[in-house]
T-cell receptor, first 114, second 114 residues
Framework: AQSVTQLGSHVSVSEGALVLLRCNYS??????LFWYVQYPNQGLQLLLK??????LVKGINGFEAEFKKSETSFHLTKPSAHMSDAAEYFC????????????FGTGTKLQVIP | GAGVSQSPRYKVTKRGQDVALRCDPI?????LYWYRQALGQGPEFLTY????????KSGLPNDRFSAERPEGSISTLTIQRTEQRDSAMYRC????????????FGEGSRLTVL
């Protein structure tokens, strides 16, 4: 079974400041890890994913995340926040290979202050 | 189609009525998922299909909920004898294959049970 925990349901940052959204996972098998973003009144869309290989993965809009097995973490970062980054972000996990369901966290709403 | 299409976008019904929610996935996508998302929460897994086979229905809350995908393309989620607690956003997603974990979401069907 897999699960994810997102620390902080709301995060506020100033425009231009570092964005850090935290995600810790639990998985009985090697995981695939994902970050999805949801803009108001839209469906979720994939930001980035980790499957195997390089532990630092880069996604769209300047976001990146690092898989740290020892810490069971997959935190999302962006060096400089932009107003357009305001959205809700969901961390998700699935097991590798075969047919696996994707389990989502409860989400973190990011507010960017001008 | 170009994206995942869900209908109806909004459904208001009275308690005790049956509702059917439809999902048309991206053409060629093998896997199809149904999620339910309450306000302020992450998507909660309901069920998923590979082709026409329902691989996992462990997330369906009770036997009033059912889903089918008879020809391996369009899927219908049916809720019988609706209750107020069924009110939520119901999201469909498709994937080229379940092993990638990369989901493409529709805009959802918002169900309100009065």
């Amino acid at each position: 079974a897999q699960s994810v925990t997102q620390l902080g349901s709301h995060v506020s940052v100033s425009e231009g400041a570092l964005v850090l959204l935290r995600c810790n996972y639990s998985s009985s098998v090697p995981p695939y890890l994902f970050w999805y973003v949801q803009y108001p009144n839209q469906g979720l869309q994939l930001l980035l994913k980790y499957t195997t290989g390089a532990t630092l993965v880069k996604g769209i809009n300047g976001f990146e995340a690092e898989f740290k097995k020892s810490e069971t973490s997959f935190h999302l970062t962006k060096p400089s926040a932009h107003m357009s980054d305001a959205a809700e972000y969901f961390c998700a996990v699935s097991g590798i290979g075969g047919y696996q369901k994707v389990t989502f966290g409860t989400g973190t709403k990011l507010q960017v202050i001008p | 189609g170009a994206g995942v299409s869900q209908s109806p976008r909004y459904k208001v019904t009275k308690r005790g009525q049956d509702v059917a929610l439809r999902c048309d996935p991206i053409s060629g996508h093998v896997s199809l998922y149904w999620y339910r998302q309450a306000l302020g929460q992450g998507p909660e897994f309901l069920t998923y299909f590979n082709y026409e086979a329902q691989q996992d229905k462990s997330g369906l809350p009770n036997d009033r909920f059912s889903a089918e995908r008879p020809e391996g393309s369009i899927s219908t989620l049916t809720i019988q004898r609706t209750e107020q607690r069924d009110s939520a956003m119901y999201r469909c997603a498709s994937s080229l294959s379940a092993s990638t974990g990369e989901l493409f979401f529709g805009e959802g069907s918002r169900l309100t049970v009065l």
